[in-house]
């Protein structure tokens, strides 16, 4: 009999202990699957799926941030008035889409209705097609009765500048002034002159030996900085607009440009007045000028030869004298 008591209070002893046991594991499993922190419990209700149209934007959401090209460390940036190697992506970029060939740049006898020449009309549509509007100017605004003049200076002679310079502070007219390494080295004074009344620096480039589209793309592009550079260190200023010398470019060339920051300018008139020991009537000089005027005439000039300082102030008072006003390109 005793030992049947003792039998059963050892069972049953032995079953409290597994039921406390098993009261305690589920407790403990409990705390642990139960949300922490304030995390919001799983309710029955569940979120709509998701639209066809929202799961592939998603997609291409995910799938373009995967095959967005990196940036390199340099790209086609100015800060504090200097502009900064135009590299990596970008300028391959450039050189995969664009034509390297060298062209050059048309002046078309032919006028349309408003005296422009009818094939660089065309043209300027051209590029503004393929670089966006207002990358590239041929003429300023056709809309009104506007001349613009422009000066391209490689070489100084007899100090021709400076006395064109007198010559525009008298006539109160602002000109762009496009200038090279060359110049800019061997006629400092002059370039802060030309900044300092109110004119406007343009570009053509460090290299003269050649058209700057002969150049390979990463020449070209370290060639327009380095030239960048000697301006800001020059005069603090930042040149915004460029110009092809030996009238020679390439659309690959103008790509990197408008990438760069520029405007890239050309013209609607000119003269063979670069030459210093050409020998050339003003009186019809002035006549040829005349003769092309329009509405958002650009002007391509040199003063190397002296019959442009002396065609010049004639032209600005004829301009004014048919209600014309020189601008600022």
Request: with cysteine.
């Amino acid at each position: 009999m005793k030992k049947n008591l003792r039998t059963l209070l050892i069972s049953g002893g032995i079953f409290i202990v597994a039921a406390a046991f098993t009261i305690f594991c589920g407790f403990t499993v409990s705390r642990l699957s139960a949300p922490r922190g304030g995390e919001k419990e799983s309710t029955a209700e569940t979120e709509p799926p998701e639209s066809t149209e929202e799961a592939e934007s998603r997609t291409e959401e995910q799938t373009s941030s995967e095959t967005e090209p990196e940036q390199t460390e340099t790209e086609t940036l100015f800060s504090d008035g200097v502009i900064h190697e135009l590299s990596g992506t970008r300028l391959q970029g450039i050189a995969s889409t664009y034509s390297g060939e060298v062209m050059n740049y048309p002046l078309d006898s032919q006028r349309d209705n408003k005296n422009r020449p009818e094939q660089n009309v065309r043209l300027l549509q051209e590029f503004s097609d393929r670089f966006g509007e207002g990358k590239v100017k041929i003429f300023g605004n056709t809309e009104v009765n506007a001349a613009y003049l422009s000066f391209v200076l490689t070489t100084e002679v007899d100090m021709n500048t400076s006395v064109l310079l007198d010559t525009l502070k008298e006539k109160d007219v602002k000109a762009l002034f496009f200038v090279s390494h060359s110049y800019v080295e061997a006629n400092p004074e002059v370039v802060k002159r030309i900044v300092e009344e109110g004119h406007e620096l343009g570009s053509i480039g460090s290299q003269q030996d050649c058209p700057i589209s002969e150049l390979s793309l990463e020449q070209q592009s370290t060639d327009v900085i380095a030239l960048q550079q000697e301006v800001t260190e020059l005069t603090g200023i930042r040149m915004t607009k460029f110009f092809f010398s030996f009238n020679a470019y390439s659309n690959q060339t103008l790509a990197m440009l408008t990438e760069m920051g520029y405007t890239v300018c050309f013209y609607s008139a000119n003269y063979s007045d670069l030459d210093k020991n050409a020998v050339i009537n003003s009186d019809e000089f002035l006549t040829d000028m005349k003769e092309r005027l329009h509405q958002g005439i650009v002007y391509s000039l040199h003063t190397t030869n002296t019959a442009t300082l002396v065609m010049v102030p004639q032209l600005i008072d004829y301009l004014r004298s048919v209600s014309f006003t020189p601008e600022l390109l």
